[in-house]
Every structure is written in structure tokens, then in C-alpha cells.
């Protein structure tokens, strides 16, 4: 059976068309706040299926599905239609096995395109996929069959609210029966032991948090055991976790689990490869371990740092997490973030014009956790739309969500924060969902303080650049998005203290721009002994002496080279050669007034997977002007003036929000009304742009 805390009663009907629970637990997962996932459970139930589900995301591999679920019979049979179908197995029938399953899908013919069946699998990530072509069958044929074979399934309820396997396609399926059928392959282990972890930092000597594998020869990793810290995965509480290629692991089996130090399991006996990390700082504890029958195996694991940023007065945040906390103290996510050494955690309630996810108990002060150096902090992604761009807004003191009659007018989120003493942003590199559009209309305006610029292994530059070229101030940030992209931390900012750290501190120098990103490489940067964020003031010809250094821990990745960039092109580069650590001393002439950053690389340098760091801009200033880039400024200008036309003449599209079950009718309503409001801003940050493009030709020679 699964385990007794993954289960809880069903809530009460809300009286869908196919006679759905939204929102509600499912028996096999205990639920955790609002459902931000569109989850509908079917009333359709066939032989060792427990639940159907109509998704939006499976845990499982397939996610950011927007078809919603309905019913209909074709050909005397009733069928489940929609984009993503979710099936619990019986418990009874099959709960952590390791075997081939076969699965027998019968599929309406004119209502189903190619589709993809993932499932919870033994070893690797855990997530087994294959993918299906339909046949069309003989002329009038309304069913087909397809019989597949679900390799090393093991059935164990990775998926959302607890499924085991899932079908999905973005054009439609209706699936009108499902058999399941055992092998009855799996062996019963021989015998059981017990292994006991330790986590320590080596220093300290102090029972410290973090992230751990466990596998067997074959690459299983055993359920964890109630020791292990239960998190919070939407409304979910899960042991379990896959790792995404991005998160950093040096075993090809990418399960893991989170623990508080200390951490004891029944396990069958064997030989296991143990991982434990603690996010880039530390070495990766990397061993075998042997567990014999009868006998406990104590594994002290004593984790030691490549290196120390606190002492050096840099603290890690992570920009982008989405959780929701019932109380401030909240344990488990404290130990969640604490086991990937993130010391601000952002916690954003997540919002759209119907209304908000996420939720966080308090805000301000009296709305953070801190333990040893390691914070919960609340704070937004809100307001949000797929037409203009998601956006943050951090250390709040309440939350800011306008109702739907002004939701596209960001700009009064964006002076608010900034009233309360809040840092915003745009979110998601200022790419995904037309962010390029909204980000246009407000930073003209000096109420755009960031962009989370290095997400998902991508650190897309052109965008940012421009905007510093055009002589805006934009800092970087990076947000993991967890449990949409990453685990918290996988990217994180550090940001300069001087002095005790705390939030509020931490907040301060970020806001001063005492900032790199990364995920994976170390910096440190001055030039003329000014940090990242500082305005020099030079006279023409000046000489601008930088120094920078990078290291990387070769745990991680090897480090390839530390480059400077100035306004935007390479000008110095330091390769590594083979060394975690590099120098690099450069002087720039300061003929006109400039921004200048340095970014490092590691050898990891495939699309959507870069081992990269990037430093907040220093502000060279030569007699008093601006540090835009003169040349440039045209091309810039004509690029933001058109996106702001965007903003107005195209169409908005209700069914690519991420939640449409709730905001596609409030979004075909409100637009129109909406466009009118936007229409005097848009002009006027228009007007901003030429204004810019005016004052450099001016000031041409």
C-alpha cells in the first residue's frame, strides 16, 4: 500500500460536467493549499484503475497542458477526452513493483492525435516515456487498441496527486479503456538491513540539511522512509523527487530525496551508490555503501566546501520559488531550501486576473523564517499574462493583486512595491510570455528594477543589453521556478554584504547592485576598486583598471574562461586551461561613458544545459553622461517602440495563460476595456523613446 501520509479523504463535489473533483485530493497524496494545476478527477473508473485525472501537468514528464476534460461516448463506449489523462493504479494491484507492466489503451479514432504515455519508472529520472501514432483501422473503424509495455515499471504513485502513468497531446485524445497487466517479474528482496546517515558540515562539525541519492545495482532508489523531508510540489507532499538535467548530479540516476542532517531507512540488502550534495558550494559526497542483512550501516557523511562564500560576505538567493505556507515557520521548506544552502528564499504567491495561488501567511517581517543563516521570504509573481509578461516582487510588506477591471496596468503593482521599499522585476528572462512587450512599456519609467535573466540553464543577454545600452539600469537575478522548471538553487544570485548578514541587508545590496548570477561559477569584480553597481566618474581617457577572478568546484563542471564585456562585446578573455580558478586583469579606456560586467563559463555549454555566471554592470561615467550606447541607440529605440505597438494591435489569446480554466473568459471579456487603459501609457512611454533617440542625436558631434 502506499505510504499512510499520502492519503486523505476526497473534498466535496464542485459539480463539473463530467462529475469532477477540482482542486481536490485524490486518496493517494495528502493535499497542500490551492490547486495552481487544473486537476479534475473523471468520474471513470475501469479494472486496477483507482483514478483518472484530466491535467494540466503528470510530475511525470509532461506538463503546461491547457486542454480541459470532458466526457463523450463515441461508438457506445464512454470516453475521456481532453489533452492530459492521469491513472492511478490500485494500490492493491500494483505499488512499488519493478517489472514489466503492459498497457492496453482503447482510443476514439477521430479524436485522438499522436500522443505520449509517460509513467513512474524505476531508475535514471524515474520517468519512462514512449510515444504513440495512431492508427485510423479499416474505414469506419471508431476504436483502436495500442498495446504497450511500460519497461521497469514501478507504480509507486510519482505522478500528480499520486498517478502512476499518463497520456497526453497537445492537439486531443479520448481514451475509452485502459487495462493494466502485471508480469509479476519483481523479486521480493532476499533480506533487509538498515542504513543510517549523518550529515555534518566538515567544519562545523553541525548536522546540516541536504540533498541525497540511494541506488541499488540496477539504479533503484528504495521509497524514502518518513525521516526523509516531505515537500511541498504544488498541493502534493512528496519524499520523491526527479532531477531535471539541469540540476547538477554526478550519478546517472537522477532520484532524490531531502534530509535534516540526520536520515535511517529499511532497505533489502546490497551494495548502494550513495550522492549527497549541499548546492555549489560544498563537494559532492560521492561513495559506495554496503548493507548487510540484520545490521544497521552508519554512514557519516562530513561535507566539505570548495568554497565560502558567507565568509567572503557573499549570501545566495534564489528569486523564484513557489510554495505555500499554511504557518511562517515552516519547516520543511526551510529544510528544502536549506539542503540546496539557498540563504533568501523567495516564496512568490503566484497570481492571474481571476486570483492567487502559492499564498503566504504573512509578508514584511512578520512573514519570515530564519534559521542559521537560511530565510523564507514572502513575495509575488503577480500581475501575469501571456500578452505582457510575468513579474516579481519582492520584500513586500503586503501583497499587491489588482483585480481584473486593472490587471494589465502593471505599472501600479510596479509603484506600489516600490512605495513599500520592494525590489521588481520581470520574470522568465523577460521571454516567455510576450515579457519582450510588457518589459518595453515600464522601464522607461524607472520602476523596472531587474530581469531574471538566467533560468532553466539559459542566460539569454541580448535583451538585457540592450536596455543597459540604452542607458537603463537593469539588474540580473535568477529564479529557479520550483516546481514548474527546477529545484531551488539549481540557479541562485549572490549578493554582497557588508557586514552581519540579513535580509534586509541582503535586500539592500541587491537593490545597490552588489549582484552576480549563476549556476555553477564563483566572481568576484572591481574596477578602479568600484563593485558591480557603482557609478565611477572619470574624466574623459580615463583608465579603468578591472581585476575579476572565477572559480568553479569541479564537482560541478570544469571552468572554460572568465571574459569582460563592455557594453555588450568581449573585450579580455582569461581561459582556465585546466585550472577551478582564474585572473583576469584588463584595462579600458574610458574615451565615453560605459557599463562594463564579466561573465564565466564551463566547459557545459549545450543549449538549455550552460555552466555560466554573469556579474551585475559597473557604471563608468565620463563627464557627467549618460552610458548609453550612441550607436546603437537607433536599431534599440525602434525595437522597443515596436514591441509597444504589439502590446496594442495584437490579439489577445485567452487559451495560452497558464491556468485558462480560470481566466480565459475574464481575459476575453476585460481586453478590450483593458487596451483602452493602456493606450495613454503606451503613448507615453513612446514618447520616452523618442525623447532618448532625440537627446542622442543631439548630442552627437
Not at 514528464?61 to 492511478?88: K, P, Q, S, W
Not at 520517468?127 to 515499471?153: F, H, I, K, N
Not at 519524499?239 to 548530479?249: E, G, H, I, K
Not at 561535507?303 to 520559488?321: M, V
Request: net charge negative.
Amino acid at each position: 500500500m502506499k505510504p499512510a501520509s499520502r492519503r486523505l479523504p476526497a473534498l466535496c463535489a464542485l459539480g463539473s460536467a463530467v462529475a469532477a473533483l477540482m482542486a481536490a485530493p485524490g486518496p493517494g497524496v495528502r493535499a497542500h493549499g490551492s490547486e495552481a494545476r487544473y486537476v479534475v478527477e473523471v468520474d471513470w473508473t475501469r479494472p486496477r484503475i483507482a483514478h483518472t485525472y484530466g491535467l494540466s501537468y503528470s510530475e511525470l514528464g509532461l506538463g503546461a497542458y491547457r486542454n480541459e476534460v470532458e466526457t463523450r461516448t463515441v461508438a457506445g463506449r464512454r470516453c475521456v477526452v481532453g489533452g492530459l489523462i492521469g491513472f492511478d493504479v490500485d494500490d492493491a494491484y500494483a505499488f512499488d513493483v519493478d517489472e514489466p507492466v503492459t498497457l492496453t489503451l482503447t482510443y476514439a479514432t477521430a479524436l485522438t492525435t499522436p500522443f505520449t504515455v509517460v509513467w513512474d519508472r524505476n531508475g535514471g529520472d524515474g520517468l519512462g516515456r514512449t510515444e504513440v501514432r495512431p492508427e485510423t483501422g479499416e474505414a469506419g473503424d471508431a476504436l483502436q487498441s495500442v498495446t504497450l509495455t511500460l519497461d521497469r515499471a514501478r507504480l509507486a504513485g510519482h505522478g500528480t496527486r499520486g498517478i502512476d502513468v499518463a497520456a497526453g497531446s497537445r492537439d486531443g485524445l479520448a481514451v475509452c479503456d485502459v487495462e493494466v497487466a502485471r508480469s509479476g517479474a519483481t523479486e521480493a528482496p532476499a533480506a533487509f538491513g538498515r542504513v543510517r546517515l549523518a550529515v555534518t558540515d566538515a567544519a562545523s562539525g553541525r548536522p546540516v540539511p541536504a540533498r541525497v541519492g540511494l541506488y541499488d545495482a540496477t539504479g533503484r532508489m528504495p521509497l524514502p522512509s518518513d525521516d526523509a523531508i516531505l515537500v511541498h510540489r504544488y498541493t502534493d507532499e512528496v519524499r520523491r523527487l526527479s532531477l531535471t538535467r539541469r540540476a547538477f548530479w554526478p550519478s546517472p540516476h537522477r532520484q532524490a530525496f531531502y534530509v535534516d542532517g540526520g536520515y535511517e531507512a529499511r532497505v533489502p540488502t546490497g551494495t548502494y551508490e550513495l550522492v549527497v550534495t549541499r548546492g555549489i558550494e560544498y563537494r559532492v559526497h560521492h561513495a559506495e555503501v554496503e548493507v548487510r542483512p540484520g545490521d544497521t550501516t552508519a554512514v557519516p557523511v562530513a561535507l566539505e566546501r570548495f568554497a565560502d562564500q558567507p565568509a567572503r560576505g557573499w549570501y545566495s538567493g534564489d528569486a523564484h520559488i513557489h510554495v505555500e505556507r499554511h504557518t511562517v515557520r515552516d519547516e520543511n521548506t526551510w529544510a528544502q531550501v536549506a539542503a540546496e544552502d539557498v540563504h533568501v528564499a523567495n516564496l512568490l504567491q503566484m497570481g492571474n486576473m481571476a486570483g492567487t495561488h502559492f499564498g503566504q501567511p504573512a509578508w514584511g517581517e512578520a512573514g519570515r523564517f530564519e534559521r542559521d543563516g537560511h530565510a523564507l521570504v514572502s513575495g509575488q509573481e503577480d500581475p501575469r499574462t501571456v500578452h505582457r509578461g510575468h513579474t516579481i516582487h519582492h520584500n513586500l510588506q503586503r501583497p499587491l493583486h489588482v483585480g481584473p477591471e486593472g490587471y494589465f496596468l502593471y505599472h501600479r503593482v510596479f509603484e506600489e512595491s516600490r512605495r513599500q521599499g520592494g525590489v521588481s522585476g520581470y520574470a522568465h528572462q523577460a521571454e516567455l510570455f510576450n515579457g519582450r512587450r510588457g518589459i518595453a512599456l515600464d522601464v522607461p519609467f524607472g520602476i523596472v528594477d531587474f530581469i531574471e535573466i538566467l533560468q532553466q540553464g539559459r542566460l539569454p543577454t541580448d535583451l538585457w543589453y540592450g536596455f543597459l545600452d540604452l542607458g537603463y539600469k537593469l539588474l540580473p537575478a535568477a529564479g529557479s521556478d520550483f516546481p514548474y522548471m527546477d529545484l531551488p538553487g539549481v540557479v541562485r544570485s549572490y549578493v554582497r554584504i557588508d557586514g552581519p548578514f540579513s535580509v534586509d541587508a541582503w535586500f539592500a545590496a541587491f537593490r545597490a547592485g552588489r549582484v552576480y548570477v549563476t549556476n555553477g561559477p564563483l566572481l568576484e569584480v572591481a574596477a578602479n576598486g568600484g563593485a558591480p553597481g557603482d557609478e565611477l566618474h572619470v574624466e574623459p581617457g580615463a583608465q579603468v583598471e578591472v581585476v575579476a577572478e572565477a572559480s568553479l568546484n569541479p564537482d560541478l563542471d570544469r571552468l572554460d574562461r572568465l571574459e569582460l564585456v563592455v557594453h555588450g562585446e568581449v573585450v579580455a578573455t582569461e581561459p582556465a586551461r585546466g585550472r577551478d580558478r582564474v585572473r583576469l586583469r584588463a584595462t579600458v579606456t574610458a574615451d565615453r561613458s560605459l557599463w562594463l560586467a564579466v561573465r564565466a563559463f564551463g566547459e557545459r555549454q549545450e543549449p538549455g544545459n550552460l555552466t555560466v555566471a554573469h556579474s551585475a554592470p559597473v557604471y563608468v561615467i565620463v563627464a557627467g553622461r549618460p552610458f548609453y550606447r550612441d550607436e546603437r541607440v537607433p536599431e534599440l529605440v525602434a525595437q522597443q517602440r515596436a514591441r509597444l505597438r504589439e502590446l496594442l494591435t495584437e490579439a489577445v489569446d485567452p487559451d495560452r495563460d497558464l491556468e485558462p480554466w480560470e481566466t480565459r473568459s475574464l481575459l476575453s471579456e476585460m481586453w478590450p476595456g483593458q487596451r483602452r487603459l493602456l493606450a495613454p501609457r503606451v503613448e507615453e512611454a513612446d514618447a520616452r523613446y523618442r525623447a532618448l533617440l532625440e537627446a542622442v542625436e543631439d548630442l552627437r558631434p
